[in-house]
């Protein structure tokens, strides 16, 4: 079975300092996908960045990197330089090819607040 | 702006009518979603379609009947519902295939449903 943990529900950050929100994921898939999403209160779901299984060299998008350490299953979002548009919730999510690549599971999610 | 695009943003409905929740893309994206998300709660699964066929049902009540009736657009008809169906309901698309597990989800805005 697939399971990710966000162990942080809520996390603060000064403007223009950078924060790291945690994840650790547990699958028996020999391949997978990592995603974060960020959901701002108005509801939608933004595709925020990708890491791969099989991908030796960390993702990065912009200000958004993944810090990936398959040995210890985690998968963290570093995002550098926070803005006062960062403030919503934050999930990772992973899709495993066992389950036919459909079928994404999120974690709990954490609540990012960035004060000015 | 979304590229996936849902209609109505808000509903609200009493438990003995029927309405219909509409969803259209137009990226391509031959895999299609229903997600249900109660507040501060993370996105649950609960169809998906891949080439207009109903590839996965997470054990939804039956009150929600899905439809794709074509590779852009995706249903959801709502009958009988109860107070606890009140969620926010996300339609999602992506690129097909357990190769393409790289492709991130693509949300809509969502509908606000509300059962009195």
């Known amino acids: 079975a697939q399971k990710i943990t966000q162990t942080q529900p809520g996390m603060f950050v000064q403007e223009k300092e950078a924060v790291t929100l945690d994840c650790t994921y547990d699958?028996?898939?020999?391949?997978?996908?990592l995603f974060w999403y960020k959901q701002p209160s108005s509801g939608e779901m933004i595709f925020l960045i990708y890491?791969?299984?099989?991908?030796?060299q960390n993702a990065t998008e912009g200000r958004y990197s993944l810090n990936f350490q398959k040995a210890r299953k985690s998968a963290n979002l570093v995002i550098s330089a926070s803005q006062l548009g960062d403030s919503a919730m934050y999930f990772c999510a992973m899709r495993g090819v066992n389950t036919g690549g459909f079928k994404t599971i999120f974690g709990a999610g954490t609540r990012l607040f960035v004060k000015a | 702006d979304t590229e996936v695009t849902q209609t109505p943003k808000h509903l609200v409905m009493g438990m003995t009518n029927k309405k219909s929740l509409k969803c259209e893309q137009h990226?391509?994206?031959?895999?299609m979603y229903w997600y249900k998300q109660k507040a501060k709660k993370p996105p649950e699964l609960m169809f998906v379609?891949?080439?207009?066929?109903?590839?996965i049902n997470e054990s939804v009540p039956s009150r929600f009947s899905p439809e794709c009736p074509n590779s852009s657009l995706l249903n959801l008809h709502l009958h009988a519902l109860q107070p606890e169906d009140s969620a926010l309901y996300l339609c999602a698309s992506s690129q097909v295939g357990t190769g393409e597990l790289d492709s991130p989800l693509h949300f809509g805005n969502g509908t606000r449903l509300t059962v009195t």
């Open positions: 890491q791969g299984s099989y991908d030796q």
């Open positions: 990226m391509g994206h031959r895999a």
């Open positions: 699958t028996s898939d020999p391949s997978y996908g």
């Open positions: 379609y891949s080439y207009e066929k109903l590839s």
